[in-house]
């Protein structure tokens, strides 16, 4: 449950409705364990404007890794420098804090993992939100209630900490000021700098396909892809109504051509005759984007490549037999020519023929 939520707040929020006001959003993911190992150093914190790196800081390295271009141009020495030293701040407070789960816990051995991810999101109407959410071994341990400044405990030792969090005035004041104004003024100017990249649009494509399913259904299927940005609604309509109770998603991923592509599925019965179609929302468009799925319309396509065959067969065997009838016309006149040129031996030759 944590995790999934955590990658949900990793890639953005869900589908807006009608994808009308894009979200922007930046994130801060932190991830400790206990036994670090190949590829997975002790503390690691990646840092993402929207879906993309902005940079990388990892216990290993001890420094912060620009991921962006457009950041590196922008940004000088100075900033990469400040984003260090919190990166080895953080990993201090974390290492006190593994320690600490530890023993809260009563655990002495094993593999434990601590994944923080804290933020904040603008809305193009300028509505701001801030969040922190962290879990201990892939369950929710403390959520961050900004308009409160409290603590709220995901269970009875998550209760120890959040009393002791609590107390401290000043830094819940401070987490609430980072979520309201640091973290959005650092947004704003990341959105500025990568505005080419972050705030483009990229208009959709949609198809639609069936396939057979169980006890004689059918399985309709609407792949969108080449979008940007990743809020989108897809929906199917039954009768121009929306069946959104009776569909499955894909979830939205990316394409990795910097769009993102999903799918939405839905089962119906054949035999019950109505009209179907996939409606697509997003911002891109200035009217929605509406494609119809005909019944059996996958076998127009093989009937058209049957006739097509069969014609050509048709084409080649009159071809092949008006050659040997060709041939053989032109076989007699050729013993005649013979016969003409070359006097009594083609008159011999005429006859043995």
């Known amino acids: 449950m944590a995790l999934a939520l955590r990658l949900l707040l990793l890639l953005g929020a869900a589908a807006l409705p009608g994808g009308r006001s894009r979200l922007h959003s930046r994130r801060v993911m932190d991830t400790v364990v206990s ?33 962006l271009v457009w950041m590196v141009q922008n940004k000088d020495l100075e900033f990469w420098n400040e984003m260090t030293w919190w990166g080895q701040r953080f990993q201090k407070w974390y290492n006190v804090s593994l320690n600490t789960l530890s023993q809260l816990y009563n655990q002495s051995e094993g593999f434990h993992i601590i994944q923080t991810i804290f933020g904040c999101d603008l809305r193009e109407d300028n509505v701001i939100q801030g969040f922190y959410q962290d879990s201990y071994d892939g369950r929710d341990f403390l959520t961050f209630d900004k308009e409160t400044m409290t603590w709220v405990a995901a269970d009875i030792g998550a209760q120890i900490t959040k009393r002791r969090w609590e107390a401290e005035v000043v830094d819940n004041q401070r987490w609430k000021r980072f979520m309201e104004e640091a973290c959005i003024n650092r947004l704003r100017i990341a959105l500025e700098y990568g505005k080419e990249t972050l705030q483009r649009k990229v208009r959709p494509t949609a198809r639609v396909s069936d396939r057979s399913s169980h006890d004689g259904l059918t399985t309709l299927s609407c792949k969108v892809s080449g979008f940007y940005p990743r809020d989108i609604t897809v929906t199917w309509l039954k009768n121009g109504e929306s069946r959104q109770q009776e569909t499955y998603s894909e979830g939205i991923l990316p394409s990795g051509d910097g769009t993102y592509q999903t799918w939405v599925t839905m089962e119906i019965d054949p035999k019950i005759k109505a009209h179907y179609s996939c409606h697509v929302e997003h911002e891109s468009l200035v009217e929605p984007l509406s494609v119809s799925w005909e019944p059996n319309n996958n076998l127009f396509p093989v009937l058209a490549g ?48």
Do not use: C, H
């Open 35 to 67: 036994e670090p190992g190949p590829g997975l150093p002790w503390y690691k914190r990646v840092v993402y404007v929207d879906d993309e790196v902005n940079y990388v800081y990892t216990s290993e390295m001890q420094k912060v890794k620009p991921g």
């Open 306 to 353: 049957v006739i097509t065959a069969v014609f050509l067969i048709g084409v080649i065997i009159g071809v092949v037999i008006w050659k040997k009838k060709r041939l053989g016309r032109k076989g007699d006149g050729y013993a005649v020519a013979q016969e003409n040129d070359q006097g009594s031996s083609g008159s011999d030759l005429s006859a043995t023929a």
